[in-house]
């Protein structure tokens, strides 16, 4: 699969004389590789893992499809869905009908995305003057005419990515709205919590919540990224360990078989460096100012999804269901198979993801994977019931760099970022955390890299 057919691959090179290497295949560097592919490039992309996706994978087990890392894309991610029709995974794409849901009470409230009326978004209940006051200037306009996912922010609303959504709601929102709604929301859609996410973060992942609709693939998500893989060339295993320099230009990247074996170099005109940013300087060395201290003050989320699969089936086809902490919930959302498509697991069975987020995930971390399977189990018996199902399969994964947290000053050190870039001409940042922290940020920074190499090639 990573290797595409040597005829093919040598048919290429033929007529390209301009090399590019990226490192890491996750979302953001098979974009840039298949961008630059596009563009006449001939392209390597190097990933440490047997397989690409990074956190956009999806694993099979004894017939049951497990989302590892991503989850949903929305119907808004134009960048992922415009390239995984090019992919012909048209038929992959599956909407479905059921709406989202809020758990509270002992029981899920479901909603449809976009039968939601955005008025009905804002607290009206619970505001106070002074969120009434605001409503004009902030949130109503953000809420109706906000369309971009990468946040960028009106002009005029610097404010809100300068505070933290916590500070924006407290005094202009009830404690039962904040608790109920906006930690939920900022949990399920942000990966953090409201003490961490700006305010702006907090808006959009309102929006995205309540407006978006959620998109699954038939064959998991990782579809995506095992489709853009087949483009290009990917040589998966191989860790790359640091760049060859001149001057003050790159020329290549040494990296080095993760079974043990020889390291070797490859050479490159232009590399993209697609890491989590805590993963980039150990590779790249010293980058210009900027970048460096964007990288510093980029901050994770951990996070941690538990995939469950039964046999029988789940009671009621509704999810995700955002759950909150206050209600004595580990998980900050939980859904099953249907939510995403009934291929997830074989006939007859279901799949339940339970997904902790945040400062729950960081707090147990530690827990084997039995003790997490078995909470994972507790909550999601108290949400669907589980009764009468037998479980078959069950499988953890920790991510600690799980998102970027948009907090305060987010959106700025990404406008930053964008203009300084990496201090070096010929290397080129991509990653989720170089525009938005979603599947749809990670795509669209790998296209930005590779137009931005073709303008200084
Ligand atoms: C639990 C969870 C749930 C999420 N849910 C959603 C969701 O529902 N919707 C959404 O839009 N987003 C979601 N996200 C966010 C989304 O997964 C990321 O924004 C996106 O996948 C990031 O892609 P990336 O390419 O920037 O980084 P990564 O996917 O991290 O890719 C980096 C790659 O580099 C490789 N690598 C690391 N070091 C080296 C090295 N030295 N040499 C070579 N390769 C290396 C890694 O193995 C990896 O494959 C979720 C994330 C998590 C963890």
Request: some cysteine; aromatic content about 8%.
């Amino acid at each position: 699969m990573q290797w595409r057919s040597n005829a093919i691959v040598f048919m290429r090179r033929g007529i390209k004389t301009r090399r590019a290497v990226v490192i890491g295949g996750g979302l953001a560097g098979l974009a840039a590789a298949y961008r630059l592919d596009q563009g006449g490039w001939s392209v390597l992309v190097l990933e440490k893992e047997p397989r690409v996706g990074g956190r956009c994978r999806t694993e099979r087990d004894g017939g049951f499809q497990f989302d590892t890392g991503v989850q949903f894309f929305r119907d808004s991610y134009d960048s992922v869905l415009k390239t995984a029709v090019s992919l012909g995974l048209g038929e992959e794409f599956r909407m479905p009908p059921w709406g989202k849901c809020i758990f509270g009470q002992g029981k899920a409230a479901c909603f449809t995305p976009r039968s939601v009326n955005p008025l009905k978004l804002l607290p009206w209940r619970a505001l106070g003057l002074k969120g009434v006051l605001d409503v004009p200037s902030t949130a109503l306009p953000l809420l109706l005419k906000y369309r971009a996912y990468n946040i960028k922010l009106p002009q005029w609303w610097d404010r809100g990515d300068q505070v933290t959504a916590r500070e924006f709601l407290s005094g202009r929102t009830t404690r039962a709205y904040r608790r109920t709604i906006a930690g939920p929301v900022a949990l399920y859609a942000g990966g953090a919590e409201l003490e961490r996410v700006s305010a702006a973060a907090f808006m959009v992942a309102l929006r995205t919540t309540f407006a978006d609709r959620t998109v699954g693939f038939h064959s998991g998500v990782g579809a995506l990224a095992d489709a853009l893989a087949e483009q290009v060339e990917v040589k998966t295993g191989i860790e790359a360990v640091e760049l060859h320099r001149s001057g003050s230009a790159v020329t290549g990247v040494r990296a080095r078989p993760r079974g043990g074996g020889r390291a070797r170099s490859y050479h490159a005109d232009v590399v993209v460096c697609a890491l989590p940013a805590p993963m980039v300087c150990p590779v790249t060395g010293k980058l210009g100012r900027k970048a460096q201290s964007v990288i510093k003050s980029t901050e994770y989320s951990p996070g941690i999804v538990v995939n469950l699969g039964f046999s029988g089936e789940v009671k009621g086809e509704v999810g995700p269901v955002l759950l909150s902490a206050a209600d004595g919930f580990y998980a900050s959302w939980m859904c099953t198979q249907g939510s995403k498509a009934v291929e997830y697991a074989p006939s007859g069975g279901s799949v339940v993801t339970v997904l902790i987020a945040g400062e729950q995930a960081s707090g147990l971390y530690a827990r084997s994977d039995r003790e997490l399977i078995e909470m994972a189990l507790g909550e999601a018996g108290r949400v669907y019931g589980l009764e009468g199902l037998t479980r078959r399969r069950g499988r953890v994964d920790r991510h600690p760099l799980a998102r970027p947290v948009a907090s305060p000053g987010y959106s700025e050190r990404v406008r930053e970022l964008a203009t300084a870039g990496s201090g070096i001409k010929n290397l080129l940042l991509a990653g989720d955390w170089t525009s938005s922290p979603t599947a749809e940020g990670a795509v669209a920074s790998g296209f930005l890299a590779a137009e931005v190499a073709g303008l200084s090639a």
